[in-house]
């Protein structure tokens, strides 16, 4: 995979357009900063390019979608469902087997979560069911990453970690953040977006918060 080129992107709500058209390409090994006032459409094209991608992508998406009545250890591994054959995920379900659970307590541990293996995610506070998401996306060990707001529920220095092992884990990313000082330090690229359209494309070494902070 030498990237993508996403073309004609566009999205509409109740007849009104909300993105594009737009085309942009993504070349293997960047990791671009989608930044944006609230509303501008980043949530919107996250989605049209995970459809695009066809399963290509891990996704966090901003709601996390995550089963609330199976423990962490189900949520992590729904990631690989589709990588096994249907008796595998069934066995899975009652017992899991030895190397996924070693596998999910490693990343767990990674995440600073590890005793939360056995827990429903439903009794988990915003923080921990975001860092399952994203324990998730992980653990699907596709090449590329989209993900809508990832760490707007961790605080500092947890933030700043996750960020760093989730450039190091994908080889490919594109990841909104609200926190532009955050998109500065671990994207290559920053995307502006406003009302649908890109209005910033440049590499993030060129950039300053004050470029940026044009967009809001
Ligand atoms: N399901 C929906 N139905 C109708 N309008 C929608 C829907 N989802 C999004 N929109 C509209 O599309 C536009 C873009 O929304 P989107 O969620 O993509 O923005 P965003 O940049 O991700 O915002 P935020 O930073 O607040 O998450 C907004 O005007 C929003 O009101």
Redesign the pocket.
């Known amino acids: 995979m030498s990237g993508y080129d996403f073309n004609g992107l566009t999205?509409s709500?109740?007849g009104?357009r909300?993105?594009g058209p737009l085309s942009f390409s993504v070349q293997k090994g960047e990791h671009v900063g989608?930044v944006?006032?609230?509303?501008?459409?980043?949530?919107?094209?996250?989605?049209l390019l995970y459809d695009r991608l066809d399963g290509e992508a891990s996704l966090i998406p901003?709601n996390l979608g995550l089963v609330n009545a199976l423990p962490v250890f189900h949520n992590v591994f729904m990631g690989q469902l589709d990588q096994h054959p249907s008796w595998y995920n069934t066995v899975t379900l009652v017992r899991p087997f030895r190397r996924d659970k070693d596998a999910v307590r490693t990343l767990l541990r990674e995440l600073g979560i590890p005793e939360k293996l056995w827990v429903p995610t439903a009794a988990l506070s915003g923080g921990q069911r975001q860092r399952v998401a994203i324990a998730r996306a992980i653990y699907r060990q596709a090449p590329t990453l989209l993900a809508?707001?990832p760490i707007s529920a961790l605080d500092g220095p947890m933030a700043w970690q996750v960020m760093a092992m989730l450039t190091q884990q994908f080889a490919t990313s594109i990841v909104?953040l609200?926190d532009v000082e955050m998109a500065l330090a671990h994207c290559s690229r920053i995307i502006g977006?406003q009302d649908?359209q890109i209005a910033l494309d440049a590499p993030a070494s060129q950039l300053t918060t004050a470029d940026i902070s044009e967009l809001y």
């Open positions: 999205a709500f109740d009104e909300v993105i989608l944006g006032k609230s509303g501008a459409g980043k949530s919107t094209l996250i989605r901003q809508d707001e909104a609200h977006i649908g």
